[in-house]
Structure formats: C-alpha cells, structure tokens
C-alpha cells in the first residue's frame, strides 16, 4: 500500500514545486521588466522607457503630446537602488523600490508598465505619476 500512496503523492509534491518556480521565475521577469523601465529614466532614455509601457499607459500619456517628451514631462528619476521585492497576483505585478512601485501587467510580448512613480496612502490607493486605462 506505501508504494502506491508515494507513486500517487509524488506527482503532486512535482506539480506543487512547479507551480513555485513558475512563481519565482515570474517575478524575476516582471522585476527585470521593471528594472529597465528604471534604467531608461535614469539614462534619461524617454524612447526607451515608453516602449516598456503598457499599450494603455502609452496612449494616456501620449494624450498631448509625443510620448517620450510627456514621459520626461513627468520628471520621475528612475530608481538608482535595487528592487526590494517583485510580487505577481497572476498577470499583475507590482515591484517595490525604496522610493517607488511600479505596476505592471503581463502581455504576449512580456511584462509591460503600467503605473509608476506610486506611493502607497494609509487606507487607500497608490498615488501614481504614471498610470493608464
């Protein structure tokens, strides 16, 4: 009977490993997505920073004028420390610098940004430089 319970219980402790890395592996991508967005505005790289927008973000932004000239407009600085954590709620993220959030949503081409420059209010939601429809 003990092999059969093992041959049964063995798949599930794979699949819930899996599931784990998949999470992990997640995370590291929509910080290494959120890390770059933080390198071009630090490199005062507005072009760059606007392809790693969200297709909502981009057009709420671009509203007025060209988006990288309403991306610098915006005088968010980039982070110059590391992350200090990324968390994904499925195709959602959000990865926290000392001084910042960023959010972001997964797309078929990757992680894409779609606020920034957040900071958390007591009770309510971020407040956000940066965000989209």
Do not use: N
């Not at 968390?87 to 990865?95: D, K, M, P």
């Amino acid at each position: 009977m003990r092999p059969i319970a093992v041959r049964l219980l063995l798949p599930l402790l794979c699949l819930a490993l899996t599931g784990c890395a998949t999470g992990e592996a997640r995370s590291r991508a929509a910080g290494s997505a959120a890390a770059a967005f933080e390198r071009a505005l630090a490199d005062g790289d507005s072009a760059r920073g606007c392809e790693a927008l969200a297709p909502g973000t981009r057009e709420e932004l671009a509203q007025e004028q060209p988006c990288p000239a309403a991306l610098q407009g915006l005088e968010l600085t980039g982070a110059r420390e590391p992350a200090r954590a990324a968390v994904v709620y499925g195709s959602q993220a959000r990865v926290v610098y000392p001084h910042d959030s960023v959010f972001l949503a997964l797309f078929a081409e990757g992680w894409k940004v779609t606020a920034a420059g957040c900071t958390p209010r007591e009770g309510r939601p971020y407040r956000c430089e940066l965000k989209g429809d």
